[in-house]
């Protein structure tokens, strides 16, 4: 019910009743978009949209960071000497 | 990035798993608050990727849920008159009420329709001038905005034939609820990442410092929820009982002040009735009275509507995290999403709905984990 999807705006338009909607690109599927919520949302942005409604603006360099650390903690665990790995691997 | 691949990453996924071995030493109880990560949970199999130690155990977060069975026949009743369109989101339209459920009285020939977003609900006010039409608003945070704009517009563009029947519910008093309750077990959560989205975590801070336990704001896709509880289960071995955010893509600590200003204007802060909980003090959302010729529940009186539950249901217990699905001797016999006894059997997100659904009322409950 709380799911929200992440779309990429491609089209920002101004409705005939003052609500500013626009068109987000869902891995293939366009949909309308309210935009009142992210008066900061630009064209290109991915914006999470729930219902109809774009909550937020993603923070691409945010998920790029947090993306990255978690890449970067993977390879430092390919350091780890190996009696932990035995010890963590090593379970049923 | 598309924002969702890169988080379903097997390899990412079991990196993190490994990095929870290792830095794990006794055993803790989490919660993931949201039916949507219980849902991601169950379908990933994450629960069974963990270490023996950890336990997810999993909360009240599915708005569909946790609507009073009062509320839906409430809902009933509304939709079944002849001078009304009712228009629900389309996980409402499955969910029995004491009767019958919203499809069935469609085709008994009600003039019920499944919206994408509470806003379409307008083209077909204005469009159906000589009909009521009502609309569901049931939700937590993450949805109010949406269903308050639509009251909002509707005032603004002077559509007087449009009203709400709202069931919201805000999750800080549900987990203030949980953790008072004497047969708590959760000791750290995985906190709600859309809910957060619209209201920031400020309000989670208190939870945490007065009852001791690490809330991690958490995302939806596996690796966002395997990285969640690391957080949380790196906090519970340090002792330490702080608001982290997993999520920080899209969360930030105030939310989004936009929203939360048409949230306030139209709603104000009620007590509300969880299914399988009972009333939790100041855990909802009514309409304010400037905004009360939208609200369905004056409009076609039926306040006085009251429903009894199944006693036979663990729903409450299951809800808390006190219970698991496979705990109860209705789940998979007498208990279906076909027909549901209680709560968390009504909707995808529920917890026993998921267990369901992937199959583990076919496996033996005692059947070891991590297998």
């Known amino acids: 019910m709380c799911l929200a999807i992440p779309g990429k705006l491609i089209e920002i338009v101004q409705h005939p009743s003052g609500i500013r909607m626009g068109r987000a690109n869902f891995g293939g599927i366009v949909k309308q978009v309210c935009l009142e919520y992210t008066p900061e949302a630009k064209v290109d942005d991915y914006v999470l949209v729930h219902v109809g409604f774009a909550l937020s603006t993603i923070d691409q360099e945010e998920a790029m960071r947090t993306y990255d650390l978690l890449k970067e903690m993977s390879q430092l665990q390919e350091l780890e000497v190996p009696e932990i790995r035995e010890v963590t691997l090593g379970g049923p | 990035m598309k924002f969702l691949d890169e988080y379903r990453d097997e390899a990412l996924a079991q990196k993190i798993v490994d990095e929870i071995r290792r830095v794990v030493t006794k055993p803790w109880v989490l ?36 609507t009073p069975l009062e509320m839906i026949d409430k809902a009933h009743t509304i939709a079944q008159r002849p001078d009304v369109i009712f228009c629900s989101f389309g996980d409402m339209l499955r969910v029995p009420g004491s009767d019958a459920d919203l499809l069935v009285l469609k085709s008994r020939g009600a003039d019920i329709r ?77 906190g709600p990442g859309h809910v957060c989205t619209i209201m920031g975590y400020r309000e989670y801070e208190p939870i945490a410092e007065r009852f001791r336990v690490p809330i991690v704001i958490t995302g939806f896709e596996p690796t966002d929820i395997l990285q969640g509880a690391l957080m949380a289960i790196q906090q519970l071995e340090a002792g330490t009982h702080e608001v982290q955010n997993q999520y920080m893509r899209v969360v930030q600590r105030d939310g989004n002040s936009v929203a939360q200003s048409l949230v306030n204007e139209v709603f104000e802060v009620c007590d509300r009735k969880w299914r399988g909980v009972g009333s939790i003090p100041k855990s909802g959302y009514r309409l304010r009275h400037e905004f009360h010729e939208y609200d369905a529940e004056l409009l076609f009186d039926v306040k006085e509507i009251d429903t009894q539950e199944s006693s036979t249901c663990i729903s409450g217990l299951v809800l808390r995290g006190v219970k698991k699905p496979q705990d109860c001797p209705a789940f998979g016999k007498q208990c279906t999403p076909e027909h549901p006894l209680g709560a968390t059997m009504v909707s995808a997100e529920g917890a026993c709905a998921a267990y369901y659904a992937y199959g583990r009322h076919l496996q033996a409950t005692n059947a070891p984990r991590n297998s």
């Open chain 2, 31 to 66: 919660m993931e608050v949201c039916g949507g990560q219980t849902h991601t949970i169950v379908k990933y199999g994450i629960d069974r990727l963990l270490p023996d130690e950890i336990e997810l155990v999993h909360g009240p977060g599915c708005p569909v849920c946790v």
């Open chain 2, 114 to 190: 499944v919206v994408y977003s509470p806003i379409d609900c307008l083209k077909i006010a204005r469009a159906n001038p000589e009909k009521k039409v009502v609309f569901f608003a049931i939700g937590f945070e993450t949805t109010a905005p949406a269903n308050a704009m639509s009251v909002w517009q509707a005032r603004k563009q002077r559509i007087n034939n449009f009203s709400i029947l709202v069931s919201h519910v805000l999750v800080p008093p549900a987990i203030g609820s949980i953790l008072q309750s004497p047969l708590n077990r959760v000791q750290g959560f995985l």
